[in-house]
């Protein structure tokens, strides 16, 4: 239902039959012996001016506006007297003679078939197939599995303008028969183009691109026989049928699946899809003639949906093609009278009230007969309905609430409106809901309008997201309370607008009387967020400290230790992560804390203090410690002239660490002095042998033996000496032999040395 403002109006009311719906690439069609017939009418009309020669196989193709450009029968024989095969032009003068020798078979069932080249608009491919019977009139020099399929490349500038040939006759794939159809590929640009291989059964596909024909890929068609039907394609692209069986099809990668016998359709060769591709059409053949049936192959029980609409003609059938008015066309003749051919239709072949038409017309073929109709790629007649209706498309307001007239643009169909009139146009003036039913021959179709006064005020609201992330796409959608034009800010004119950038839209709507109102909204593009973060710069193992987080528009926080929201303690230095999660997904961020150490300290260049010496020592530790040594020193390097325990500490941010060393005059040479002579004369001068101790000595023992080593002196006493007598006697002059032992620091040390005794 629509809503149209209650106001002055004409509404023209929209019906479109298959003529208008259909593309014209397919509007002039020529068969047989000179037969032709003119769609562009609208109207199917009789056409005589062909050249064209064929028992079966054809094809001819339009330009846009539905002008003439091609056709042909596909290919011929040497013999004298057969169709040689022949290109003709627009004015039916030969383009391009195959002299029996290129090309494809006449009587192959799909002998030719036309293809825009996808990157130059003046360019078709002409496709051709080889007939069954090639070997009849003999084989020509090098063809021993006949021609198969070939392709030329035509372009409609060349010859001035009546066309000529880019290439001719390359072979494509040998050996192959009878079956050659196409359609358009998923994308729209390319174009599919299928046969089937003779040697496996199997379906070969070719994809026809803006700069090569590729292919073939080979499609398991899951069947082995001698084809002789033709290959039909869906126009809605979705199903294909072939030999009595039908098969789901892919356009977009060219996937056949899903096969599926009809029985009585095997021994056909007249069958097609509908229009819309929800019917297939198979004139099945029977003892006593023929039955028209309908299936509907997008129904998974496809036997169960077997109808037979009516009886057929009891004579030999031919080729079945759908037409650019919608209808469906076959061709048989009688064997007994084959003088003359008879074109059959398929009325309203998209509805429920399909019929058949027999002998729509009748054509004399005193020479020979024909099974023959143009091969096309069947999408080009794809539409979903035979009848259309739409109340309130194209509204006009005269701002004045007057009447609105509904005037249809069509004549020859029955009307009724909903107040019960039957004229061809409704007149209102006041408002309401309103509708019309429309009758033709292939059903009826209604539609409804609602007609409301003219609002006081017009009002126009976006709806759309007011935030958006990075690299996707927002709607816009403006909606008014009444009909009129768009305009936004970006220059769109339609209601609804697709938008990526950060920023303020606008649109303004205008109702067709002029009134105006505006509306705004700010998106916000949500880019990568900045997170800010506050974490410690260094910390020591054991040290804890907090660490923050904020990033504008996040829901969620997760740390990599696995505490969730905006802080966190984090303990001792590392490589930390923390996952920021807003409306347009999870972002991470990688953070660093420096590892602090405990103070590490090792006192360097320990060595015994002896008497009179120096012993530097260095506490060796990292440069930003700070040093304190027992002396007061804070230096590294500290030197000590006395013996003694010295202590050195370092201390940084994680803590402290001591060390000590005992300097002692250890294995130290001249911790005693011992004279070399004495003269114990009772002077009172250097009367008595006695070591001089210059160092603190435990186990003290000096001994002084003769030259003979008897033991005359022993002493464990530091301050008496031997006064040179052994007993009470005096020993006389001489050399005497002395030892000295004692320890430092828990070692032995041992002197020993010669004394001379003077008199």
């Not at 005589?48 to 020669?53: E, K, T």
């Not at 174009?191 to 496996?200: A, K, R």
């Not at 309103?434 to 059903?443: E, H, I, K, R, W």
């Not at 768009?486 to 009387?513: A, H, K, M, N, R």
Request: net charge negative; charged share 15%.
């Amino acid at each position: 239902m629509k809503k149209t403002p209650f106001a002055g109006l004409i509404l023209p009311l929209l019906f479109l039959s298959f003529a208008a719906l259909s593309q014209n690439e397919g509007n002039i069609w020529y068969f047989g012996n000179q037969q032709g017939i003119d769609f562009s009418s609208g109207d199917p009309a009789l056409i005589s001016d062909g050249a064209l020669q064929t028992t079966e196989g054809c094809a001819a193709v339009c330009d846009e506006a539905g002008n003439l450009l091609y056709y042909t029968n596909g290919g011929g024989r040497t013999t004298a007297g057969q169709p040689k095969g022949t290109v003709w032009n627009r004015n039916h003068t030969v383009l391009y003679d195959m002299e029996g020798l290129r090309g494809g078979g006449f009587g192959a069932v799909q002998s030719a078939l036309f293809v825009p080249n996808p990157g130059n608009a003046d360019e078709h491919y002409l496709f051709t197939m080889e007939e069954r019977e090639y070997a009849s009139d003999g084989l020509p020099s090098g063809q021993l599995q006949g021609r198969g399929l070939t392709h030329f490349l035509l372009n409609r500038t060349l010859n001035g303008g009546l066309g000529g040939t880019v290439f001719e006759d390359d072979r494509l794939h040998v050996p192959s028969f009878e079956a050659l159809s196409g359609t358009l590929h998923g994308n729209d640009t390319d174009f599919w183009v299928i046969i089937v291989d003779d040697n496996t059964g199997d379906f070969f596909n070719y994809r026809v691109t803006p700069t090569e024909v590729l292919g073939p890929t080979l499609e398991p068609r899951e069947v082995v026989d001698s084809l002789s039907g033709p290959i039909k394609i869906s126009p809605a692209r979705n199903r294909i049928f072939v030999g009595g069986v039908l098969y789901n099809f892919n356009p977009n990668n060219g996937n056949i699946s899903n096969s599926r016998t009809i029985p009585g359709a095997v021994n056909s060769i007249t069958y097609s899809f509908s229009p819309n591709g929800n019917y297939l059409y198979v004139m099945e053949p029977t003892v006593s003639g023929s039955l028209l049936v309908r299936y509907d192959p997008l129904n998974a029980g496809i036997l169960g949906s077997r109808t037979i609409l009516d009886s057929g003609p009891n004579e030999r059938l031919g080729a079945m093609q759908l037409a650019p008015d919608g209808r469906i066309y076959f061709v048989s003749y009688d064997e007994d009278a084959p003088e003359i051919t008879h074109l059959h239709a398929i009325n309203c072949p998209n509805s429920e009230q399909a019929n058949l038409e027999e002998e729509v017309f009748t054509f004399q073929t005193p020479d020979q007969p024909f099974l023959g109709l143009p091969n096309f790629m069947d999408y080009i007649f794809d539409t979903q309905e035979t009848l259309i209706v739409d109340l309130g498309t194209d509204t006009t307001f005269s701002c004045d609430n007057g009447p609105i007239t509904l005037i249809p643009q069509t004549n020859g169909d029955t009307f009724l409106w909903s107040d019960g009139s039957t004229d061809t146009s409704l007149t209102v003036t006041e408002p309401g809901t309103y509708s019309l039913t429309v009758t033709a021959d292939c059903g009826m179709i209604s539609d409804t309008i609602e007609v409301e006064e003219l609002t006081d005020s017009v009002v126009v609201s976006i709806n759309g997201p007011a935030t958006l992330c990075t690299g996707d796409t927002a709607t816009f959608t403006a909606v008014a309370n009444i009909s009129g034009a768009f305009e936004w800010s970006t220059g769109d004119t339609l209601p609804g607008i697709q938008v990526t950038d950060s920023g303020l839209y606008t649109v303004l709507f205008t109702d067709l009387c002029g009134r105006q109102a505006t509306d705004t909204l700010l998106l916000n593009v949500l880019d990568v967020p900045p997170i800010l973060l506050d974490a410690p710069e260094a910390l020591c193992p054991d040290e804890s400290a907090p660490a923050t987080v904020f990033s504008e528009g996040a829901t969620a926080y997760t740390w990599s230790n696995g505490s969730v929201g905006d802080s966190v303690s984090l303990t001792g230095g590392g490589t930390y992560h923390i996952t920021v999660t807003n409306g347009c997904g999870e972002f991470d961020t990688v953070f660093m804390v420096d590892s602090l150490t405990f103070p590490a300290l090792e006192i360097q260049g320990d060595s015994p203090l002896c008497p009179g010496g120096t012993v530097q020592l260095e506490a060796a530790t990292a440069p930003e410690n700070e040093i304190a040594w027992s002396n007061g020193s804070t230096a590294a390097l500290s030197t000590f002239t006395e013996p003694g325990i010295y202590t050195v500490t370092v201390t940084n941010t994680c803590g402290m660490a001591t060390d000590s060393v005992d300097l002692q005059p250890i294995g130290c040479e001249n911790c005693y002095y011992v004279p070399n002579a004495f003269s114990p004369n009772e002077d009172g001068v250097n009367d008595r042998f006695m070591p001089i101790g210059l160092c603190p000595v435990e186990n003290y023992q000096l001994q002084v033996f003769s030259r003979w080593g008897e033991l005359l002196y022993s002493s464990d006493q530091p301050g008496q000496g031997w006064d040179g007598q052994f007993g009470s006697e005096p020993m006389n002059p001489g050399a005497f032999i002395w030892q000295l032992t004692y320890e430092q620091a828990g070692q032995k040390q041992v002197q020993s040395g010669m004394i001379h005794l003077l008199r």
